[in-house]
């Protein structure tokens, strides 16, 4: 499975972006009908830490504290594509945004990052106050 994370760049304190994340390929050379995808970030120091992620197989979602009720996912227009909607931006939501992609999440390992084995490159966020 590849994927590509696009969408960053430089925003205002109060401002918002969108981060899309395409995904294509075969998990064990199946096509996974069901999946999750999940957002992560890291800041420069920081250890990585989930943000937001979803799963098409019981459609649920979730959100760190952090971003709640200024972030949405949702599954984007084009096939294989999730985005990242980020609204009312801090500084502190400046790092390098990861997509990453796992075959079999439900609501119980939504936000375990274990459960997404293969990742994007990252795309970097920064937040100007």
């Known amino acids: 499975v590849q994927l590509q994370a696009s969408g960053g760049g430089l925003a205002q304190a109060g401002g918002s972006r969108n981060l899309s994340c395409s995904f294509s390929?075969?998990?064990?050379?199946?096509?996974?009908?069901?999946?999750?995808i999940g957002w992560y970030r890291q800041a420069p120091g920081k250890h990585r830490e989930e943000v937001s992620c979803?799963?098409?197989?019981?459609?649920?979602?979730y959100y760190s504290g952090s971003v709640k009720g200024r972030f949405t996912i949702s599954r984007g227009a084009a096939v294989n594509t999730v985005v990242l909607q980020m609204e009312s931006l801090k500084p502190e939501d400046s790092a390098v945004y990861y997509c990453?992609?796992?075959?079999?999440?439900?609501?119980?390992?939504?936000?375990?990052?274990?459960?997404?084995?293969?990742w994007g490159q990252g795309t970097l966020v920064t937040v100007s106050s």
């Open positions: 390929g075969t998990f064990n050379g199946f096509t996974s009908f069901f999946y999750g």
């Open positions: 990453a992609f796992g075959p079999s999440v439900i609501q119980s390992n939504l936000a375990n990052q274990a459960a997404y084995a293969y």
């Open positions: 979803f799963s098409s197989a019981d459609l649920s979602t």
